[in-house]
């Protein structure tokens, strides 16, 4: 089927930690990818994208590689703050006019 | 910065009232969304337009209705709230071919 997968959170780091948010997708053919950020009360923020294989998207630190081999498109950040405590979500998109998000992940970064 | 805005941001009424979210983007986008979200984050897709006078259903069921009269506006109607849509409301747009979703800041609807 045509789905989005990640990890379940919450996610809790120290500041300076190594972040990774896993995300896999299926897919009939080759989606754009995103990863969003969601701060509490907000609506969602585009993070950052990807548009075909192996193609990196990168914004505020964070980066996610689009791999077609594994159909994933994980995101990772080197040092993570307390201001990045946030949820974040994984998508794809899916024919001409929709959007697939996966569930979502929260991280919660300590001082 | 995206040119989507939703009104009103916060809404509490009580049951058996009519209510309308709106939602204006000034991006021109064709493309417009509604998504439900619950408390446990997941976004539920309500309804979405192609384009002007077009509408369709999400893959969530939901009462509410929307109409797509200009490309700028889409309203979302709940023609008598309940407890039960209880939710965030998102509303968002995008434009030709691949590009990415943009996201108004949403409304928080309590019904009581």
């Known amino acids: 089927g045509n789905s989005v997968t990640q990890m379940e959170g919450p996610v809790t780091l120290s500041e300076e930690a190594f972040l990774t948010i896993n995300c896999t997708y299926t897919a009939t053919g080759y989606p754009s990818l995103f990863w969003y950020v969601q701060y509490p009360g907000e609506g969602l923020q585009l993070l950052l994208k990807?548009?075909?294989?192996?193609d990196k998207g990168s914004n505020k630190g964070f980066e996610a590689t689009y791999r077609k081999e594994t159909t994933s498109f994980h995101l990772e950040k080197g040092s993570v703050q307390v201001s990045d405590s946030a949820v974040y979500f994984c998508a794809r998109t899916s024919g001409t006019y929709k959007y697939i998000f996966g569930t979502g992940t929260r991280l919660k970064v300590l001082a | 910065e995206a040119d989507i805005y939703q009104t009103p941001r916060y809404l509490v009424i009580g049951t058996g009232k009519k209510i309308t979210l709106e939602c204006s983007q000034t991006m021109g986008h064709d493309k417009m969304y509604w998504y439900q979200q619950d408390p446990g984050m997941e976004l539920h897709l309500i309804h979405y337009s192609y384009g002007v006078n077009s509408t369709e259903k999400g893959d969530l069921s939901s009462e509410s209705t929307v109409s797509r009269i200009r490309t700028e506006h889409f309203p979302l109607t709940l023609e008598s709230a309940r407890p039960s849509h209880t939710s965030q409301y998102l509303c968002a747009s995008s434009g030709q071919g691949w590009t990415e979703a943009f996201f108004g800041q949403g409304t928080r609807l309590t019904v009581v």
């Open positions: 990807a548009t075909k294989a192996d």
